[in-house]
């Protein structure tokens, strides 16, 4: 079954406060991010927890091993579920951080959703995106990362590429049907997320940017409960845009 992942986008405690008393019993897991972790770090965590709830700190680690390996260490003085790393920091910073004991999950952030071809294009000519998904995936998998971040329509290319039976997915770039794009550039809906059993998805601005943030997340969570049973409705047809 995939779990929703709240991501907490806001700037204060206030707003933090009322996402959770509004979204209490229907979400138990959520990700901490750069924003609010910058403006209120562990007092954030602290308030997800004091819900009963957990969390994904999503710092998207990327710096040299013995930095990256401290910072994991602390996420786990936090209590937090998992923390996010980037796969670009190569192979030895991946392994530093799996190697710390305790720790939490460390999941590792392939090519950003917000990214395109084009946009990897422009930092290396010769580079595409598949490629270098492929092959940050691979690194991450095989270097002790618990799971990979990246888009739904990356899923089915790198189970086919990288042929781990195991490997776990965490996506974010979750679009209803009929919400906003944003800044995210490879996209896909709840179900279809669902369908290729992913084993989280990450949804900001469709749930926390909602009129009824509440209605948002149980809306997502029908939807992918529909999806996984085979039962989606007509109109939320799997839509890989
Ligand atoms: O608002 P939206 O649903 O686009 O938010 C997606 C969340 O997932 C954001 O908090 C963003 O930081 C995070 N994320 C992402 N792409 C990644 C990793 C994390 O969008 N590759």
Same mark, same amino acid.
């Given at each position: ?150 888009? #739904?329509?990356? !899923?089915?290319?790198? *189970?086919?590429?990288?042929?781990? @039976? +195991? ?5 974010? &770039? =979750? ?22 059993? #992913?084993?989280? !998805?990450?949804?900001? *601005?469709?749930?926390?940017?909602? @009129? +009824? ?5 149980? &809306? =997502? ?21």
């Amino acid at each position: 079954m995939t779990e929703l992942i709240v991501a907490l986008d806001v700037d204060s405690l206030a707003k933090e406060k009322d996402l959770l008393r509004g979204l209490r019993d229907t979400v138990t897991f959520y990700k901490i991010g750069l924003e609010l972790f910058t403006a209120h770090g562990k007092r954030a965590v602290d308030l997800v927890h004091q819900a009963g709830a957990r969390v994904f700190l999503d710092l998207k680690l990327h710096d040299i091993p013995r930095t990256v390996a401290a910072a994991v260490r602390e996420a786990q003085k936090l209590g937090v579920e998992a923390v996010s790393l980037h796969l670009l920091g190569g192979a030895d910073m991946i392994r530093a951080a799996a190697e710390v004991s305790p720790r939490p999950k460390i999941w590792g952030v392939s090519v950003l959703t917000s990214m395109s071809d084009k946009d990897v294009k422009a930092i290396h000519p010769k580079a595409s995106l598949s490629g270098l998904l492929k092959s940050l995936a691979k690194t991450g998998w095989e270097c002790g990362a618990d799971a990979l971040i990246c888009s #739904v329509q990356d !899923v089915e290319d790198l *189970r086919r590429a990288l042929k781990f @039976p +195991d490997v776990r997915f965490v996506t974010p &770039g =979750i679009r209803p049907a009929e919400a906003e794009h944003g800044d995210q550039k490879r996209v896909a809906t709840p179900e279809a997320a669902a369908r290729l059993g #992913v084993d989280a !998805v990450v949804v900001g *601005r469709p749930v926390v940017a909602a @009129p +009824d943030p509440l209605r948002a997340a149980q &809306g =997502i969570l029908g939807a992918m409960k529909r999806a996984a049973e085979h039962e989606v409705p007509k109109g939320a047809r799997l839509k890989l845009s």
